[in-house]
């Protein structure tokens, strides 16, 4: 059995990117299915992979822009944090976002909520997964 559903694309867009089309009905779209994917190129080509799933979006004359928009947010986060295997919009927006702070807001964000959940290690977990 394939990986890719038949009517999946696979386009290599650079030496080393490759760009995966799945249609909405035929999207294997679970973080698991990916990270396995990942790992099994890993293990088989000894290679480091970086996968970002973009949102879903129609095609129509504002994909081009919507798809730039996206592979530009997934490079700037490879710069911040690289070791993540998979990555997606929920994922790299709280990064993207606070690389955009000034020094200050981050400071007090660390004073008044970081430190604190850092003693109830639960509600640290719980806000983590939200």
Not at 32 to 55: K, M
Not at 57 to 73: D, G, L
Not at 95 to 116: D, W
Request: charged share 20%; with cysteine.
């Amino acid at each position: 059995m394939n990986f890719f559903q038949q009517d999946t694309v696979v386009l290599q867009v650079a030496t080393n990117r490759f760009l995966l089309i799945e249609t909405m009905n035929s999207s294997i779209n679970k973080k698991g299915d990916f990270i396995a994917l990942i790992s099994t190129i890993e293990t088989d080509f000894f290679v480091q992979i970086h996968l970002y799933q973009g949102e879903a979006y129609e095609i129509n004359k504002q994909f081009p822009s919507k798809f730039q928009r996206e592979a530009q947010w997934f490079e700037e986060c490879l710069h911040y944090k690289n070791a993540e295997q998979f990555y997606s919009f929920e994922t790299i927006f709280p990064i993207l976002l606070t690389q955009q702070m000034p020094a200050s807001i981050l400071k007090f964000i660390e004073e008044q909520i970081l430190i604190p959940l850092q003693s109830d290690m639960e509600l640290f977990d719980t806000v983590k997964i939200f």
